[in-house]
T-cell receptor
Framework: AQTIHQWPVAEIKAVGSPLSLGCTIKGKSSPNLYWYWQATGGTLQQLFYSITVGQVESVVQLNLSASRPKDDQFILSTEKLLLSHSGFYLC???????????FGKGTRLTVV | GQQVQQSPASLVLQEGENAELQCNFSTSLNSMQWFYQRPGGSLVSLFYNPSGTKHSGRLTSTTVIKERRSSLHISSSQTTDSGTYLCALGLSSGSWQLIFGSGTQLTVMP
């Protein structure tokens, strides 16, 4: 069975500080990977997607970046956090030939 | 304009009543999923239903592609059903995206 693990569960960070959120998928080779973000009271938006190692495409510009260093790992990061980065971040995957998407448990980020 | 519209935005019911949540979309779809979003934010997958009708306990999902709509029916609602319900449309246009609706906030009163 496939599992998806996100870390950390929650973060409180200062404006201007760096950020790194991680996501690991086990039990599925070559998944399509996604990052989603939801501002408080807002709608979930797709930020990035990756169909293979080393390749990431941006969907929404939020002064964030993403990388896929391994087949099973997806990283979301920034060197300088903004207040507007606060919210809930979800990592997700789907199989190459499937259309059902599976989500991790998410990371709650509070920028102060 | 918005590709996915959910209605109603909020719904208050008495325990035991039925709920009908709607999701309308303005473009053709590759998939449709329904989620329950916990207060902490994590998602519980309810249905993967690109077309037709599916049942799970007191929940029923119906997607009618040619009418560009999907619905989630909750029968005999319970207070524990309270929360936010999200539909999400899978689109393949160049890149593949899952586009979420803004959700229905359901409150079931005892």
């Amino acid at each position: 069975a496939q599992t998806i693990h996100q870390w950390p569960v929650a973060e409180i960070k200062a404006v201007g500080s760096p950020l790194s959120l991680g996501c690991t998928i086990k039990g599925k080779s070559s998944p399509n990977l996604y990052w989603y973000w939801q501002a408080t009271g807002g709608t979930l938006q797709q930020l990035f997607y990756s169909i293979t190692v080393g390749q990431v495409e941006s969907v929404v510009q939020l002064n964030l970046s993403a990388s896929r260093p391994k087949d099973d790992q997806f990283i979301l990061s920034t060197e300088k956090l903004l207040l507007s980065h606060s919210g809930f971040y979800l990592c997700a995957w789907r199989g190459q030939s499937n259309t059902e998407v599976f989500f991790g448990k998410g990371t709650r980020l509070t920028v102060v | 304009g918005q590709q996915v519209q959910q209605s109603p935005a909020s719904l208050v019911l008495q325990e035991g009543e039925n709920a009908e949540l709607q999701c309308n979309f303005s473009t053709s779809l590759n998939s449709m999923q329904w989620f329950y979003q916990r207060p902490g934010g994590s998602l519980v997958s309810l249905f993967y239903n690109p077309s037709g009708t599916k049942h799970s306990g007191r929940l029923t999902s119906t997607t009618v592609i040619k009418e560009r709509r999907s619905s989630l029916h909750i029968s005999s609602s319970q207070t524990t059903d309270s929360g936010t319900y999200l539909c999400a449309l899978g689109l393949s246009s160049g890149s593949w995206q899952l586009i979420f609706g803004s959700g229905t906030q359901l409150t079931v009163m005892p």
